[in-house]
């Protein structure tokens, strides 16, 4: 079995900062890309950044400049760092993982639980 797990996140005034984590744990063998979505009520799920084993790094137009994704491969843990939040970063952020089991030689994602984030304007 394999499980992400996600911390972070809350209510923060427009302007201000947070941060998420997600812990990917059990039967990894290795994990190729992590990533962050999002999704607001009423609209689809989008990508915000991701992150591949090498440490090169994507991020959508709309959070360029404003947030940082890293990862420590040791602790097989994605993070999200979010500067100069705006209201319409509002969402529920999910975390995932594109990784080989040691069951396994195929490639699985999977998806943390979920975290509300909430900005005040």
């Known amino acids: 079995q394999v499980q992400l797990v996600q911390s972070g996140g809350g209510l923060v005034q427009a302007g201000g900062s947070l941060s998420l984590s997600c812990a990917a744990s059990?039967?990894?063998?290795?994990?190729?890309?992590m990533g962050w979505y999002r999704q607001a009520p009423g609209k689809q799920r989008e990508l915000v950044a991701t992150?591949?084993?090498?440490?090169?790094?994507n991020y959508a137009d709309s959070v360029k400049g404003r947030f940082t994704i890293s990862r420590d491969n040791a602790k097989n843990t994605v993070y999200l760092q979010m500067n100069s939040l705006k209201s319409e970063d509002t969402a529920v952020y999910y975390c995932?993982?594109?990784?080989?089991?040691?069951?396994?030689?195929?490639?699985?994602?999977?998806w943390g639980q979920g975290t509300q984030v909430t900005v005040s304007s």
């Open positions: 995932n993982a594109d990784l080989m089991r040691l069951d396994s030689s195929a490639t699985y994602r999977y």
């Open positions: 059990g039967n990894i063998r290795k994990i190729n890309i």
């Open positions: 992150i591949f084993s090498g440490g090169s790094t």
